[in-house]
């Protein structure tokens, strides 16, 4: 039984194994080269942006206690990024929090409150 095939505007489900794939919609095979890759980890991003571009920071909250007047943040790397590249990072990053909260729960946004090193009294 033949398959008839979406229309070119309608989305295709990438999971959906019964859609027939042309190979002119696939687009050329993208190599990952990641011989010059770093890691960093980042628990603060802040995001700025202009019409031509997107920046993101990133860097480490460097305050250890509650009630501090002042909280330090080291910035470590900024991406910049074109405004379409943003849109997919944000396309794709949405995606992935959503698998996670629903594998894990919901991932609260409010700060979570650190513990004092010593008790006092």
Known sequence: MAMSPKPENEAVDPKD???ERRPEAAGPRVKWDDSEMRS???NVCNVTSTREEVTVLFGMNQTWYTGQEEVRVKLSDR????PFAAKRLFTLLGRVIKEYEELVGPIPLEPRVAMDPEPKG
């Open 17 to 19: 194994e019964a859609v």
């Open 79 to 82: 991406i910049i990024l074109s």
């Open 40 to 42: 960093f980890y980042a």
